[in-house]
């Protein structure tokens, strides 16, 4: 069959695309294959010794791996931000951000099934939780659901990126009617990744810090200010580089969208903080313990406040340089904004997750928690791997989406592709 | 199956071996990539492939136990039985502690390690006792695991042994991704060590830190093995996966008291069949006022706390 054919045709030419490439690309894919190294050394160590080479303990069971997990969920979810108004709205200069946007939540996926599986104590037994040949207990488990929404989720958008890029190949427009429904579905789809991830913790009665109403919503909010930060970054990187078309308007629209999110955002926490302090139950310890720090037997714990405060007055200063016009389409004030908001919900949903939900322990005991080394490198090594995927895709999609490559043309031209205009797709 | 050392690893076919059959060699090279993963070469392809405990036929039970069996001779030296005692009939297994009796010596503490086969290096320890002030009485937020005095009780303290509180509706059972926990009949919750994935989920759900994780390779010396064990209790566990306290379902299960009943120096703690009308545990909740810790979970455990003086 003709299809299948092209399809082969297809897979070895982004083969060829990402394997050639000019000095700096080598140079920024050798580096990453660095960082990944020492990861993997790492994680060796740690599979030889255990997770005895973390510091998580008993009392703080979970760490540094999950919160990066609960934070790339959100990264993963954040993509429909730009597939709503893109396809529903129909609004034009947006679109061919989108597929750059799934390709961020195929990436984001990637490290959250890596951040889980170096988080496993027996990572020999994956497949006992693998949907009919182990024993996943649906629906009663919410991390059951999670195995199950997120690779569906990876699925989904790795097929139509794939569908896409595939028909730009074959020079012929995408079928919308095929298209469209995916991508409508994608959109409850990305709502419900980041909602399952909420449930995970906040269906936990034994752990008050989490078993709140608004989490969910706090996630979702929170996950649609930094997952398009670090598109918007992207865009601007592409747009510099590579004959992307991306109009000043589009990214100035996500800017808009964003400000309404971080508004959002920052009206739930303070929310769940009047909540929790007004009220001054004792299951205010573990609020007290991420804002103010906690004193016991004359000993201060407070390893969390400066990150706290921090999440919480970067994030406050973001949306006022969202929402103000003039620093939203000033470059400047606008990648500050990302940087800022992007540091305040890794934060937030990382580590100011996680730590305080488990501290002080089930008994009262604190345990101070820091990531170890191996930690840190293993999830560096994670990190560095989202990046190579990442970096490989655009290698190959962007020439697609230009239209310079494609069944017919671009070969052996590479690295001096023809002048195109925006793409159409 | 076998009653020899567990089987080795074949990455290779030899001309003898068991290649044969197509599906040998793929369950080989699964366990293969399996002992990749974890780093250590000691994964046997039966012990990768093995199913959950409650799937398995009773001949299945059978070689599972005589592997482990020889497993167990061969890293300690000594013999390890291994028993799979199922729940007696019409036994539904109670425990209450009383707290004005208690005076904080740990003993219970020791002799749990003892007899459970808990690593010793690290220490895991399935009973924390807490120190609380008699002025706040029981407060969470104001105890102390780390008591340390030349003596006990401490004046103006009280002490509060926490463990595994058996509860009817437990939640670690709930949140487990893969059913590696479950309650038997008796009431006990028990883990399956073989197929826990150690991902501690049910560790953040216990509203008792009841559970406990292999951080590291149990360290447990041959001359502190008990060698009295039983599959879902006290048999020595491998690490990464999380254990956690199953009322010494060895003993219990063979009318034995728990190891931490049995030490206990000032008959704080007592144990029975809660559907036996005259057994200790249903005097205790006839004739004293319990409480549950944390009730307001509706976790509902099998574990009561009372005052008893």
């Known amino acids: ?425 | 199956m076998t009653d020899q050392l567990p089987m080795p690893l074949q990455t290779g076919c030899e001309p003898s071996s068991s290649c044969d059959s197509r599906r040998e060699f793929l369950g080989t090279a699964v366990a293969a990539v399996a002992m990749a993963l974890t780093g250590c070469g000691k994964l046997s392809k039966e012990e990768f492939l093995q199913h959950n405990f409650r799937e398995l036929s009773k001949d299945e039970v059978q070689t599972i136990i005589a592997r482990l069996e020889s497993e167990y001779k061969a890293k300690y030296g000594k013999t390890v039985k291994v028993g799979t005692e199922p729940a007696m009939p019409g036994v539904i297994f109670g425990y209450a502690l009383d707290l004005s009796r208690c005076i904080g010596c740990r003993r219970c503490v020791h002799a749990c390690v003892k007899e459970n086969n808990q690593s010793r290096n690290p220490e895991i320890q399935w009973i924390r006792v807490l120190e609380m002030d008699k002025e706040e009485g029981v407060n969470l937020q104001h105890a102390d695991q780390y008591y340390d005095p030349a003596e006990v009780p401490r004046e103006g303290h009280f002490y509060m042994p926490v463990q595994c509180q058996q509860c009817k509706k437990p939640p670690c059972v709930k949140v487990c991704p893969v059913g590696a926990t479950w309650r038997e009949k008796d009431g006990i919750v028990v883990v399956d060590y073989n197929w826990c994935i150690g991902c501690r989920y049910c560790m953040a759900a216990c509203p008792y830190g009841a559970r406990h994780f292999n951080w590291g390779e149990p360290g447990l010396t041959p001359a502190e093995v008990n060698p009295d064990t039983h599959y879902l209790g006290n048999r020595p566990r491998p690490k990464g996966v999380v254990e956690k306290c199953t009322f010494c379902v060895q003993r219990t299960r063979k009318g034995l008291y728990p190891a931490c009943v049995e030490i206990c120096p000032t008959g704080s703690r007592k144990f029975g069949n809660l559907l036996d009308a005259k057994s200790e545990i249903r005097q205790v909740l006839e004739h004293k006022r319990v409480f549950k810790l944390k009730e307001d979970l509706n976790t509902q455990p099998n574990f009561f706390y009372f005052y008893g003086v």
């Open chain 1, 1 to 425: 069959m003709d299809i299948l054919r092209n399809f082969k045709q297809f897979i070895v030419d982004t083969l060829g695309l990402m394997l050639q490439g000019g000095k700096l690309y080598y140079a920024w894919v050798a580096f990453l294959l660095l960082l990944i190294g020492v990861g993997g050394f790492a994680y060796a160590n740690q599979l030889n010794h255990g997770l005895i080479v973390t510091n998580m303990r008993d009392q703080v069971s979970w760490g540094f791996y999950i919160g990066n997990f609960t934070f790339l969920v959100g990264v993963a979810a954040a993509s429909i931000m730009l597939v709503i108004p893109a396809y529903i709205y129909d609004w034009g200069p947006i679109k061919e951000v989108t597929i750059l946007g799934e390709m961020l939540a195929i990436t984001a996926l990637i490290m959250c099934l890596g951040f889980v599986l170096v988080d496993i104590g027996r990572p020999d037994r994956f497949w006992h939780i693998m949907p009919l040949v182990g024993r996943l207990n649906w629906p009663d488990s919410l991390l059951a659901w999670d195995v199950i929404v997120l690779n569906l989720y990876l699925l989904l958008n790795w097929f139509v990126v794939t569908y896409l890029l595939f028909s730009s190949y074959l020079e012929k427009h995408y079928k919308k009617a095929l298209v469209l429904p995916l991508v409508l579905l994608s959109i409850p789809m990305a709502v419900s990744i980041h909602t399952v991830t909420a449930y995970l913790y906040n269906g936990l009665a034994a752990r008050p810090y989490w078993n709140s109403a608004i989490l969910a919503p706090r996630f979702l909010a929170s996950a649609f200010c930094s997952g398009p930060a670090v598109l918007l970054i992207l865009l601007q990187v592409l747009r510099k580089t590579t004959k992307l078309h991306i109009t000043n308007e589009a990214i100035f629209k996500i800017a808009e969208l964003m400000a309404y999110t971080m508004g959002f955002n920052l009206f739930l926490t303070a929310a769940e903080a009047f909540k929790e302090i007004y009220s001054g139950t004792e299951h205010m310890v573990y609020f007290q313990y991420l804002l103010f720090g906690i004193e016991r037997n004359g000993v201060h714990y407070n390893t969390l406040v400066p990150y706290a405060w921090a999440s919480i007055i970067t994030g406050f200063i973001a949306f006022l340089l969202f929402l103000i016009p003039r620093t939203r389409t000033n470059w400047i004030t606008l990648n500050l904004g990302c940087v800022l908001i992007y540091s305040s919900v890794y934060i937030e949903k990382g580590m100011g997750l996680i730590i305080p939900g488990l501290t002080p322990d089930a008994l009262g005991e604190i345990f101070v928690y820091r990531p170890s080394f191996t930690e840190i490198a293993v999830a560096a090594g994670i990190f560095s791997l989202g990046a190579l995927v990442f970096t490989v895709m655009l290698k190959a999609a962007v020439p697609m989406m230009l239209g310079e490559f494609t069944i017919s043309k671009g070969r052996r031209a590479v690295d001096a592709p023809p002048e195109a205009g925006p793409i159409e797709a």
